[in-house]
């Protein structure tokens, strides 16, 4: 009973509408009060939460295709519900899986930087402070007060707009009501997307965009039924509910570590 | 007491045993977690009442609708305005980050009037006061000699209020040189006034078209109006529309289109005829259209069917000929095909012949004025003023020829050509430039060939600038009047140019004013009100808000309430009243411009023996390269292999890289024949042998540190090359020499 009510926030991204534009990287920086230096080409050190990755299909001029992927946290539901790399992994429980919704949180005060989070995630979606923040004279008037600033020495990550989910709630809280209509709660990037590439919702309720269009079987830990869909690195078994759609075999391909003459697989290797 | 081994390993395990099972360690390590975080080190955002705000983005010319979060009376975010024609809820990287410019530290504070030489940054603070009677002084100096037509104005747009103010003060005044930014709207203006004798902007209706032929526009990369354009190309996704796209690299359109086809550079207007040639041979033209509607189809059917058979065009473009007839047939046999142009973000207009060419094909299978085709929109009139009352002073400057040449007899057609200034100032032919105004325009960035434009600049004793910014024109003025930001005024967004309905946005102060700054709109009436006599006369208005409030009429509580104002009966015109040339038709071959019809190709700058290679820009949405630069967030997305550091990468095919001996990461020294520059190389499969790309947008001087001193500004290294027939800058590119640094 328990489990029929809880939902499972998750992502579609259609790559082959995505124009790798970064909008919605920008969005969720806006959004998230994430700070940025007077040179960020470096990019292990850059904070973005939603990064865009250029792939290629490696083949010569002009047969060269290029795709955009963008990857915020895969908030992964691991081989049972919470199991996730890094919320297994933290000491500080300042990583955690809200089983309400499916979302991995970060809690910036409980954490204390020792990064084990970072090196367990295999999707290098965590980031860390090694600096202090500082916005130039004036600047820090844009700062949202609904997500904290961070300092110097604690991990950070997407959270899914939490706190948007938690506006929703209180709105619709005030008005009596106890559910959340599909558009109530969406992620900044999601909203931003100029393409409409990005779906967000709830992977447990059939009648959700995110539902229908990558139609998860719950028998494999949602592992996607359309075959244009696809979750980076499937076989790790980490379970992502970020899902991506591409009609572009090279892509799919690209998602995982394939063999050369490896064949897209069929099965999930179930680990632990 | 004696410490034997006994009592030393009791103490030691007993002390390890101790502090494992005393709380006191993990209390201290959990309080030490919090307790460094309990300082002030960041700062902690104030909480308050979060309200809306609907306004208008004038970041670029894009006119999308934005809605401003705010909590108490500070702006937080910026979002995209849901159920605007233009956006609906979507924004573009550069919207987004708005508010980084708003309470950037780039902004002009106050008024400012330079210390010392020009362009070494050392200004004092005036009054506005001070600052108008000057502008009204030394413009009165000029005018009392009659040298009024020595003033002159860039301005980034000349459609909505406040370039309209601009306008009608430098005609009281006496002077012709209202000089616009160019584009790739110019070409097609012009296009439109020769083939349908009309005086229109371009607007298409992407948004029913089902074939879109693009020659090298940047459907993604930041073309038209963006947000608009992603959203189409999202429609064609669900739609099943196609895009072929054609360019010599792979940029995101490209990859983004159902079909990318690799054209010589400089080369698509050849592509165009011939595609044209296919479609007349095998009679898949609206016949309808053609017979009816259109004047001078015979002369230029022969022309094209003796000249541009696919054969004789693959050697050209370097496309193979069943390429170039399957592509005539798909773009002919779509129910509601589109052929565009203006490369990348069409930042300069090309060559007039190309848009013509692509123009005709559009004619050839008729979807001009038609849904899902291209539409001649005429502005919407919304701006009626009383005329101008001229003095004899004005009217004799007013009779003067432009600086630029527009309008002249060489180039009678042009209506702006600001790519001649340049050399018109420094060859002094013609007239000197006595005072220049700056507004919505950077062109010392912005303008190619940037050592002449500067030594032009030098040459205007009096620049004034009217940024918010502290932009590379600004570094380099005289006297800066800062305008408010765009989200603290008030002003109309006219229709985004290539939209096919008119759609006016209103821009309103989100926040007030932050710094001592000033609406231009109000400071060209003070500065007539300063000058008096019939000047004062033609701005009887107390304020820029009052001026825009009638001007608006009723659209004014329209505007306010929705943020926008769209014309609710707009209608399509019939192909009867569509045409306003001579013959009252579609005009194939314009007999005032002669030798148009055929391809010539453009002569780029530079001998193939010297520079063997061929160097073009690219355009990409996370680099704007236009009044205001990237502000910290957009320069946090660009790739790492765009910039690293500061050096900029080039893009090179493996094979050309090899032939020099380059490799991936590798210093090198680009030269053409107007600069030189020192980059990296990245490689890229994507671009066809024998071709250099260099990003626009990096490069700058000026603006904070986030940006300037990253990269190369491209205009550094190229210059304008002038089309015979228009005037306006059609360079694609410059030929280049690239060696081991």
């Known amino acids: ?272 | 007491m004696k410490i034997d081994r006994r009592s030393f390993l009791s103490f030691l395990i007993g002390g390890a045993a101790g502090t494992t099972l005393s709380p006191l360690t993990w209390k201290l390590m959990d309080d030490s977690a919090i307790w460094t975080q309990m300082w002030p080190w960041t700062p902690v955002p104030e909480d308050g009442e979060a309200s809306y705000v609907n306004s208008a983005c004038s970041l670029c010319s894009g006119g999308c609708g934005i809605t401003v979060r705010k909590i108490d009376d500070r702006a937080v975010k910026i979002e995209g305005m849901k159920g605007h024609p233009l956006n609906n809820g979507g924004l573009c990287i550069l919207g987004l980050s708005g508010l980084q410019l708003l309470y950037g530290p780039t902004r002009v504070w106050t008024p400012l009037k330079r210390v010392g030489k020009r362009g070494r940054g050392r200004w004092e603070k005036i009054s506005w006061k001070g600052a108008v009677s000057e502008v009204a002084e030394t413009l009165g100096d000029l005018r009392k000699k009659g040298q009024s037509h020595t003033a002159g104005i860039i301005s980034g747009s000349d459609r909505g209020t406040v370039p309209r103010l601009f306008d009608r003060f430098l005609t009281v005044y006496g002077s012709p040189n209202l000089m616009r930014t160019s584009s790739i709207i110019d070409s097609y203006e012009l296009t439109l006034h020769l083939m349908q004798g009309v005086q229109a902007l371009p607007g298409f209706d992407f948004e029913n078209a089902d074939f879109i032929l693009s020659f090298g526009s940047g459907i993604v990369d930041g073309w038209g109006s963006p947000v608009r354009m992603f959203r189409a190309n999202s429609t064609w996704c669900n739609t099943g529309g196609k895009v072929v796209q054609i360019e010599p690299r792979l940029s995101n359109t490209a990859a983004k289109s159902d079909k990318w086809i690799p054209i010589n550079p400089g080369t698509e207007t050849a592509l165009a005829l011939g595609i044209a040639h296919v479609i007349i041979k095998e009679s898949l033209y609206d016949a309808e259209f053609i017979n009816y509607y259109s004047e001078g189809f015979e002369d230029w059917k022969r022309f094209v069917l003796d000249e541009y058979g696919p054969d004789s065009v693959a050697t050209i473009t370097g496309i193979d000929s069943a390429t170039i007839i399957a592509l005539a047939s798909s773009f002919a046999r779509a129910s509601k095909p589109l052929a565009i142009c203006g490369r990348g973000q069409g930042t300069t207009p090309g060559s007039l012949n190309e848009c013509t060419a692509v123009h005709a094909l559009n004619a050839l299978v008729g979807n001009i004025n038609k849904k899902g085709g291209i539409f001649a929109v005429a502005e919407p009139d919304y701006i009626n003023w009383p005329e101008v009352e001229m003095d004899a002073r004005a009217a004799v400057g007013m009779q003067k020829d432009r600086l630029d040449g527009a309008g002249s007899k060489k180039y009678p057609f042009s209506r702006h050509l600001l790519n001649r200034l340049p050399q018109a100032i420094n060859s002094g032919e013609k007239y000197p430039l006595k005072a220049l105004f700056v507004a919505g325009a950077n062109p010392l960035y912005t303008m190619s060939d940037s050592k002449a434009v500067k030594k032009a600049f030098d040459k205007v004793p009096f620049v004034v600038s009217f940024s918010s910014y502290m932009d590379e024109t600004a570094q380099n003025a005289d006297l800066i009047l800062p305008n408010h930001a765009y989200l603290e005024r008030y002003e109309d967004i006219p229709t985004p140019a290539g939209m096919p309905k008119p759609v006016i946005g209103l821009s309103r102060p989100v926040v007030k004013p932050l710094f001592n700054t000033k609406h231009t709109g109000d400071v060209i009436i003070l500065l007539a009100k300063a000058m008096g006599g019939n000047i004062a006369d033609a701005f009887a208005w107390n304020s820029y808000d009052e001026c825009l409030k009638e001007t608006l009429g009723y659209k004014w509580r329209v505007m306010v309430e929705k943020g926008f104002w769209s014309h609710p009966d707009f209608f399509v015109q019939t192909h009867e009243e569509s045409f306003d040339t001579v013959s009252g038709k579609f005009e194939f071959a314009p007999k005032e411009t002669g030798s148009l019809k055929q391809f010539k190709p453009v002569k780029i700058e530079g001998d193939k023996t010297n520079y063997p290679l061929l160097l073009i820009p690219y355009d990409s949405i996370r680099l704007a390269n236009g009044v205001v630069g990237d502000p910290p967030f957009v320069m946090k997305s660009v790739d790492d292999t765009v910039l690293k550091g500061t050096d900029v990468f080039i893009e090179l095919n493996p094979k050309t890289a090899g032939e020099h001996g380059l490799r991936e990461g590798q210093l090198a020294m680009l030269s053409t024949p107007v600069g030189k520059a020192r980059v990296k190389v990245h490689l890229f499969d994507g671009i066809m042998p024998g071709l250099v790309a260099l990003p626009r947008g990096l490069g700058h001087t000026a603006f904070d540190d986030y940006l300037a001193g990253k990269g190369i500004n491209f205009n550094e290294l190229i210059g304008p090359v002038e089309d015979s027939v228009s005037g306006l800058d059609a360079a694609w590119g410059i030929r280049v020499k690239l060696a081991k640094a």
């Open chain 1, 1 to 272: 009973m328990k489990h029929k009510k809880a939902k499972k926030y998750g992502m579609v991204i259609n790559l082959d509408k995505c124009t790798g534009c970064g909008s919605c990287m920008v969005a969720c920086m806006a959004e998230n009060n994430v700070p940025f230096r007077k040179d960020e080409s470096d990019k292990l050190l850059s904070i973005t939460w939603m990064r865009v990755y250029k792939l290629t299909n490696g083949k010569p001029f002009p047969n060269t295709d290029i795709c955009y992927l963008p990857r915020p946290c895969m908030h992964c539901e691991g081989q049972h519900e919470g199991h996730s790399p890094c919320v297994t992994v933290c000491p500080a429980v300042a990583t955690d899986y809200n089983i309400e919704t499916g979302i991995v949180s970060q809690i910036y005060t409980r954490c204390f930087g020792c990064r084990y989070c970072m090196a367990s995630c295999p999707y290098k979606a965590r980031y860390f402070n090694w600096w202090d923040p500082v916005w130039p004279d004036g600047m820090e008037k844009y700062l949202s007060p609904n997500v904290s600033p961070r300092m110097r020495g604690v991990v950070e990550k997407c959270s899914f707009c939490f706190h948007r989910y938690q506006m929703a709630k209180e709105k619709a809280f005030m008005e009596g009501r106890r559910k959340l209509k599909e558009d109530e709660y969406q992620t900044a990037c999601t909203q931003a997307c100029p393409a409409g590439a990005i779906t967000f919702g709830d992977l447990n309720n059939p009648n959700h965009a995110v539902y229908r269009m990558v139609k998860p079987d719950p028998k494999h830990h949602g592992r996607p039924t359309n075959p244009n869909a696809f979750r980076l690195l499937e076989r790790l078994g980490t379970n992502p509910k970020v899902y991506y759609l591409s009609s572009r075999e090279w892509v799919r391909r690209v998602g995982d570590n394939y063999l050369k003459n490896e064949s897209i697989a069929k099965k999930t290797v179930h680990q632990g």
